[in-house]
């Protein structure tokens, strides 16, 4: 098992920029496809960004190509999830996500989430 803990979230003006952290338990962090997941208030959640074991492969949700970048540092047992050119509509919960497989409905393993919220 993984347990994930997301930090970084906060209030930010339209067009600001935020990185989101994600430490992660267990030894066998290296092995997992992790991924960020958000959710508006009012919609369902949605994925948004993963990245292979390696950080070799990333896969990102069309409304946040171009802007946000997934990262990870296995020395640490962290993944990041840099976001650029932040608008209303990235406003949500952000969840850390972890899996063997990778999954854009979800993979086993969730954080608790950390709040993103983006000004007009």
């Known amino acids: 098992q993984v347990q994930l803990v997301e930090s970084g979230g906060g209030l930010v003006q339209a067009g600001g920029s935020l990185r989101l952290s994600c430490a992660a338990s267990?030894?066998?962090?290296?092995?997992?496809?992790m991924g960020w997941f958000r959710q508006a208030p009012g919609k369902e959640r949605e994925f948004v960004a993963a990245i292979s074991w390696s950080g070799e492969s990333t896969y990102y949700a069309d409304s946040v190509k171009g802007r946000f970048t997934i990262s990870r540092d296995n020395a640490k047992n962290t993944v990041y999830l840099q976001m650029n050119s932040l608008n209303p509509d990235d406003t949500a919960v952000y969840y850390c996500?972890?899996?063997?497989?990778?999954?854009?409905?979800?993979?086993?393993?969730w954080g608790k989430g950390t709040l993103v919220t983006v000004s007009s």
């Open positions: 996500n972890a899996g063997t497989q990778p999954n854009y409905a979800g993979m086993p393993y």
């Open positions: 267990g030894r066998s962090f290296s092995s997992y496809v």
